[in-house]
């Protein structure tokens, strides 16, 4: 699969390696194209497919699943996003998860994570098109093949979910595979699409822009300078408006306002790590090592190559130009994405694979077979590893909430709305029952998003306006049966006055399963 034939070989594509931006290559018959990805695809496939079979074997992996689950279910029934369903999110995966709710039911996330397992071998795709145009048939068969490999390096809640990172993967690929070839206004519309899944998408305009600008510093032989003034001109406009439109169309298919706010004007204390430094450090490092062990068949070979160069080894030239300045720029702005609010959760780290992949695969292009081979069979390894983790590993959390969940859904009726007071947003969805707030976590209201310590914790760190709206929901909307989760975690109800006094005075405690504390609203008169 991986044999180096023809002008595909390692030697003969050092001949035609680009210097930075990666020119095309000749031009193949359409049936050698066809013919290459009839068989390449099936193969991805069923790729794409293994690497995702854990993902499947339980009801959810993660809080960003029960939330989106959440809204999808509170958007279906009339409520409407940065209003009356609220999170520091884009639009795009809420309307995703409403609309497969829509076709398929509310009661499995299965169509997500079919959903998943397309994405991410579009993402493969784009990556193995990206590669073959650069270096060759062998190089796109190798990055396809390398990123699925590694594509669920990470805590299995991490790379199995169906959550914002695996759907910003294919808009960034796409950003990218457009952009290689000149396609600005399509380019700037698969990243708009990236950013409105998550916001940290948006990092994938850096290397677009460098190829922006280096197609219109190198003009066609024979070109007047004015031309070449207007190149990247007319590109930046269409990039622009690629990347403007959609996100307008969002803007107001929302509320402008509320989106604004709600995915970035209203996230200052979500991204400070004051107070929490040991912590968050703790976990940036824990998931930088485990994702150095999913990678441990892909970094080798770009140090070598980087080696050859600094060294002045034969053919180091060449390999700064075949690894591209805008792939380095690509890894550069994922890893700020990563950085950026300074929490490190290992889905966060997603981003860095598809740069990571296509760095590799250029850097295999210029050591002996034997590194490819080594390469692959390492990544395969590592790859065995992470399915087997994500098989086995127990999951405490997802059986304390649907403990949480049976337990509600036995003292309420359908109709009841209920408040849980906690990080799992998921025992409303499995327990089918109407959360009584826009909220669907304390980390709205008291900053503990992030899993942050005690010091920046409690009402006066909330989103500004949440608690007055919390308030009147209270009353206008009040709980059948408040459900106290914190288990003395920073965010406990005797930290909070509002909600202390909330309690005290028309709830009472009837039930403690699993260590949350219930409360049953005392009926008036």
């Given amino acids: 699969m991986f044999r180096f034939a023809g002008t595909a070989g390692p030697d003969n594509v050092l001949s035609v390696l680009p210097t930075l931006a990666a020119p095309l290559t000749p031009a193949r018959p359409a049936v050698t194209r066809t013919a290459y990805w009839i068989r390449l695809l099936p193969a991805l496939a069923a790729l794409a497919c293994v690497t995702r079979v854990p993902s499947f074997v339980r009801p959810l992996w993660n809080p960003d699943e029960g939330y989106l689950a959440v809204q999808a279910g509170l958007l279906a029934h009339g409520g409407r996003l940065y209003e009356t369903v609220v999170d520091r999110k884009p639009p795009l995966l809420p309307w995703l998860y409403e609309a497969a709710f829509a076709v398929c039911g509310s009661g499995s996330l299965t169509p997500l994570r079919v959903l998943a397992v397309a994405a991410q071998l579009l ?46 993967l294919p808009g960034t690929a796409a950003a990218l595979w457009c952009a290689d070839r000149g396609r600005w206004g399509a380019a700037g519309t ?44 007319a590109g930046g406009v269409r990039l622009a408006a690629g990347f403007a439109l959609p996100v307008l169309c969002a803007a107001l298919a929302t509320d402008p306002a509320g989106f604004l706010f709600w995915t970035v004007t209203g996230s ?4 400070s790590f004051a107070g929490s430094e040991l912590l968050v450090l703790g976990r940036g490092l824990a998931n930088t090592a485990i994702l150095a062990v999913a990678c441990a068949g892909l970094v080798p070979p770009v140090v070598r190559a980087l080696r050859a160069r600094t060294t002045g080894a034969a053919r180091a030239p060449e390999a700064g130009g075949a690894m591209g300045a805008d792939l380095w720029l690509w890894l550069a702005s994922s890893a700020g994405a990563v950085v950026l609010g300074f929490h490190f959760f290992g889905h966060y780290y997603l981003q860095l694979l598809p740069p990571v992949a296509l760095l590799a695969t250029a850097a295999l292009q210029l050591l002996p077979r034997a590194r490819l081979t080594s390469a692959v069979l390492t990544s395969g390894c590592c790859c065995a590893l992470f399915l087997t983790w994500g098989l086995l590993a127990p999951r405490p959390e997802l059986a304390h909430a649907q403990r949480l969940a049976t337990a509600l859904a036995q003292r309420t009726a359908p109709a009841d709305r209920v408040l849980v007071w ?37 009402e006066k760190y909330a989103v500004a306006g949440a608690w007055p709206v919390f308030r009147a929901e209270m009353t206008t909307r009040a709980p059948a049966l408040v459900v106290d989760d914190s288990r003395g975690a920073p965010y406990r109800p005797d930290r909070l006055p509002s909600l202390r006094r ?11 399963v699993d260590g949350a504390v219930f409360y049953r609203r005392i009926p008036v008169g």
Wanted: contains cysteine.
């Fill in 123 to 168: 993402t493969a795709a784009l990556l193995a098109s990206v590669a073959r145009r650069r270096w060759g048939d062998t190089a796109g068969r190798t990055a396809g093949v390398l990123y699925l490999l590694v594509s669920v390096g990470l805590n299995p809640e991490d790379a199995q979910a169906a959550t914002f990172e695996v759907f910003i």
């Fill in 190 to 233: 698969a990243v708009a699409c990236a950013f409105l899944t998550k916001q940290t998408g948006g990092a994938v305009l850096l290397p677009v822009l460098w190829l922006l600008y280096r197609r219109g510093g190198a003009p066609a032989r024979g070109a007047r300078r004015a031309g070449a003034v207007r190149a990247p001109r």
């Fill in 268 to 271: 200052a204390a979500y991204a």
């Fill in 422 to 458: 906690g990080m799992h947003p998921e025992t409303y969805w499995l327990a089918d029952r109407t959360p009584a707030s826009r909220y669907l976590t304390a980390g709205l209201l008291t900053n503990y998003s992030g899993g942050r310590d005690g010091p920046r914790v409690g």
């Fill in 502 to 512: 909330l309690l005290a005075g028309r709830y009472e405690e009837v039930a403690r």
